[in-house]
Every structure is written in C-alpha cells, then in structure tokens.
C-alpha cells in the first residue's frame, strides 16, 4: 500500500488537526465528607471539554486562583501538543514555578488536557499512553478503618473478613496515635494479629505511619510487625528527611513506601538516591500530572523501585492516576476511596469504575472516560 493509500484511511481531522482552540477555563469547589474538591474544566471551541482536578487540602481557594492564573496562557491555543505545554507551562512562563499549589494547578491542566487528547482522538488516555489492551488494575483501600464507630480488634476482625467477602486483596490505615509509644506499638500488633487470625493471607496489609515517628521508633514498629507480613510501611518520617528514610530503609526488614508529598522526578531523584522507598508513592493531583508520573515511574523503574500513586481525591484524580498507570511495568498498585466508591460511582453516572475482585478495569470511552454533572456537585456538595 502507497503511503498516500495508507493517510487517506486516516484523515487528518481524525487525527486531531483540525484547528481546536482553546477558550476558557472553569473551577468548581465542592466539600464532600469533610474533604474539599476542586474540580477544572478546559473547554473549547470544538465543544470538547478536558476534565482536571487540583484538590489540595485546606488550600483550595490558593489552588483556584493558581488554576485560573493558566487561562491567559491557554486560550487561544490548540490543545494538542500536551507535553509540550507542559514544558511551556513549567519551564517557560515563570522560573517560580515549584510547590504543592502550583504543582497541583499545573497538574489538574495537564490531566484536562490529556482528557481532551483523547476526546478528539476518539481514544481512552490509557490508550494514548501506549497500554495494548483494556486490563484490569489493582487496587487498594485506603483508610481503611477510618469509619468504624469502635475501633477494637474485634471490630477490625469482623470488618476484615467483610472486606475480603467484597472482593478486596489490600488495605492500608494510618496508625493512631496513643498515649505511650509502647501503647501504640502494642495496639498496631494486636490489630493486624487479629486481622491475621480472621482472614490469614487473603488480605495485603500496608501501614500509614503520617510522619510521626522517630527512626528509633519507626525500626522498633517494623519488626514488631515483620513476622505478620506487612507488605509495607508509608512515610514513617518528615518526607522530606531523605537521609533518615535511607537509614531506616536499610535496616527495616518491611519495605518502605513514600512520595505522595514530593512534586516532580527531581524531588523523586533524591529520595531514590538516598534509596528512601522501595515503593514509591506520586501523586497525580500534585506531582505534575498524567506526563510527570509516567516520567517519575520510568525514574523509579532505573532503581529498582515498584510504584503504587497516592490517591485520596476525587473521581477525576482516581480516573487519571488509574490510566497513567497502564504499560508500566513498576505497577504494584493504586490507592483507592473504598468507603465513597459507590457515591462516586453514582455521581459519575456510573463511569467511575467500581472495584472488583481488588480490580478495577479500565474504560473503553475516549479521555479520562468520565461524566461529571457539577451542577449536581455543588448542589450536593456544596464549599461553604
């Protein structure tokens, strides 16, 4: 077949070069269950509309306003060429270009347009990204225990084995604090013995650890819980101490996990040259997008270090963590809401995924594959 032959099966329009112009740039703020979202939306002249999210806790209406200061360097543009706004965006536009919000307003731009991307392609990002098939993907739940109304070994006995009936292989929960440091060690133990004792190995078990421990401490945790196969521990110190993870990683017989605080592979390079985490932890929604997490993880893959993205925001963020995920082949897992999957399945109007046998598949819409009524949000949800 003459090239010529081969172009005219895919006309140009088809291919996204049809003109498309940017024209505006929308937020809305909700507050769900104790948790503010900030959701973006990059519309167009094409009638396309990218779907973003830069929900940063207690620091939305900072984030809006960084969201909102991209609109006079977007409209009038085309779309196309994500990456390359990106570099424009980060690189070019003004050299103050670091920190959580405005990391999380450059990432909600990047996922929008990713989402227009694949729109106008008529194909799923996931797709785009170099995935070959419509794969399931594992994932957890995160903040596991967080609603029980008593919180014994019993209760999380009896919750464990709900869980695994309803088709979950892992959970992670942050660790409360005590009144002793013995106290709370004694406590974490007997809970995962019991959790152990009522569903045995069905179930993958990951300790949040939210910065409040010593080193001293953090290693005497680990092997406290290393003979329960505890698959890992999360960011047991300050996540900016690279040196103090390094050692504690060193000796802990658990593997370490971090990096939902750290915003692009620079950050991600010294935590791995201080060999800080086995597993490493980005988050879509902070760490520079759909573009910047794929670089971080091929960054992890040079060291040897398996990837599971933080997520605990909204259905956008989830979308897009869960399909910048796809191809790669660091891939452990992606964290998940459990306890408002079912609300965010509804809310969607069911296009995001529910779990399924600890899975959730992939969608087979174009872009992120999401519907989001935000009329009903903020009518739902509202900020104030």
Not at 137 to 162: D, F, G, I, Q
Request: aromatic fraction near 8%; include cysteine.
């Amino acid at each position: 077949m003459r090239r010529r032959d081969l172009l005219n099966l895919f006309p140009l329009a088809a291919l996204g070069a049809s003109p498309v112009k940017i024209t505006g740039i929308e937020t809305h703020k909700c507050r769900m269950d104790g948790r503010e979202y900030l959701f973006v939306e990059v519309k167009t002249d094409a009638g396309i509309t990218g779907l973003g999210e830069a929900s940063l806790p207690s620091r939305i209406n900072i984030t809006d306003e960084a969201v909102k200061w991209h609109a006079s360097r977007l409209i009038g543009r085309d779309p196309a060429g994500v990456e390359a706004h990106w570099n424009r965006l980060y690189y070019e536009e003004n050299r103050w270009r670091d920190g959580s919000v405005l990391m999380t307003a450059l990432s909600a731009i990047d996922i929008a347009l990713w989402d227009i991307e694949g729109k106008r392609l008529n194909a799923p990002v996931w797709r785009l990204l170099g995935g070959n098939n419509q794969q399931p993907m594992r994932v957890y739940w995160s903040h596991w225990s967080n609603k029980l109304k008593e919180r014994t070994p019993e209760a999380l006995s009896e919750l464990a084995r709900k869980t695994v009936a309803d088709g979950w292989t892992a959970v992670k929960w942050v660790i409360p604090r005590a009144a002793t440091e013995q106290t709370r060690l004694r406590q974490v133990v007997s809970e995962v013995e019991a959790i152990r004792k009522a569903v045995g190995m069905s179930l993958d078990i990951c300790l949040e650890m939210y910065e409040t421990y010593s080193m001293r401490s953090a290693l005497e945790l680990a092997r406290a819980v290393a003979p329960l196969k505890v698959m890992f521990i999360e960011e047991p110190v300050w996540r900016e101490s690279n040196l103090a993870l390094g050692a504690i990683a060193a000796q802990s017989p658990v593997p370490l996990a971090g990096g939902e605080g750290l915003l692009n592979r620079w950050q991600f390079r010294d935590l791995l040259e201080a060999k800080g985490a086995m597993i490493i932890q980005p988050d879509i929604i902070h760490c520079g997008g759909i573009t910047e997490i794929r670089k971080i993880a091929a960054l992890g893959e040079v060291y040897g270090v398996e990837i599971a993205p933080h997520m605990w925001y909204g259905p956008v963020g989830h979308m897009a963590s869960i399909q910048s995920m796809c191809g790669v082949k660091s891939f452990l897992m992606n964290e998940w809401d459990g306890y408002n999957m079912q609300l965010l399945h509804d809310l969607t109007g069911g296009t995001l995924p529910r779990v399924e046998k600890g899975m959730v598949m992939l969608p087979d819409r174009p872009g992120l594959g999401l519907t989001m009524d935000f009329a009903d949000w903020k009518k739902r949800f509202p900020y104030n």
